[in-house]
T-cell receptor, first 111, second 117 residues
Framework: KQEVTQIPAALSVPEGENLVLNCSFT??????LQWFRQDPGKGLTSLLL?????REQTSGRLNASLDKSSGRSTLYIAASQPGDSATYLC??????????FGTGTRLTIIP | KAGVTQTPRYLIKTRGQQVTLSCSPI?????VSWYQQTPGQGLQFLFE???????NKGNFPGRFSGRQFSNSRSEMNVSTLELGDSALYLC????????????????FGPGTRLLVL
């Protein structure tokens, strides 16, 4: 069964620190992996999309990596800010062509 | 460019009723997908439409259905509502042209929060 896992479920970090969010998946035959953020009661905002042929993608203070062989992706956030507080979800596209989501990591940046 | 819009934003229904939710994709996007988000199950894929055709479907009962119109707007319908259908229903559109919609960046709407009493 194709699954996506995010650990930990919640994370608190002081403002200004760099941090890494983890995402693991069970099937290395992955088409791509996307990272989203979700603010309370809101929809999802796409952050980064990494295709299977890529190793990483960067956008501003965000950097996402993909390692298919180990079944892992990480989202690195540099110089964290209170506005980064949200739930971060990763989602993978496997051979069934459906987007499979992790359960998310709720990030709190402490001012 | 306007984002994905969903109506209504909030809805309260009782068991046994049916409900129709609407989604308008980003202009020019022809792929629309629907997801259900609950605290227990997280985000789960319902179905995806492209050019008025359902291209992919998740593991939901037949009570959940959808359609897409020629202007790419989409509706999803849930019949015979159950308490467990209470959830945030999210719609996403993408500029995908080929058959693998989820290879493209998904742009999500704000969702419709459905409460079934």
């Amino acid at each position: 069964k194709q699954e996506v896992t995010q650990i930990p479920a919640a994370l608190s970090v002081p403002e200004g620190e760099n941090l890494v969010l983890n995402c693991s998946f069970t099937d290395s035959a992955i088409y791509n992996l996307q990272w989203f953020r979700q603010d309370p009661g809101k929809g999802l905002t796409s952050l980064l999309l990494i295709q299977s042929s890529q190793r990483e993608q960067t956008s501003g203070r965000l950097n996402a990596s993909l390692d298919k062989s180990s079944g892992r992706s990480t989202l690195y956030i540099a110089a964290s800010q209170p506005g980064d507080s949200a739930t971060y979800l990763c989602a993978a596209t496997f051979g069934n062509e459906k987007l499979t989501f992790g359960t998310g990591t709720r990030l709190t940046i402490i001012p | 460019k306007a984002g994905v819009t969903q109506t209504p934003r909030y809805l309260i229904k009782t068991r046994g009723q049916q409900v129709t939710l609407s989604c308008s994709p980003i202009s020019g996007h022809r792929s629309v997908s629907w997801y259900q988000q609950t605290p227990g199950q997280g985000l789960q894929f319902l179905f995806e439409y492209f050019s008025e055709t359902q291209r992919n479907k998740g593991n939901f009962p037949g009570r959940f259905s959808g359609r897409q119109f020629s202007n790419s707007r989409s509706e999803m319908n849930v019949s015979t509502l159950e308490l467990g259908d209470s959830a945030l229903y999210l719609c996403a559109s993408s500029g995908a042209q080929d058959r693998v919609f989820s290879r493209e960046t998904q742009y999500f709407g704000p969702g419709t929060r459905l409460l079934v009493l």
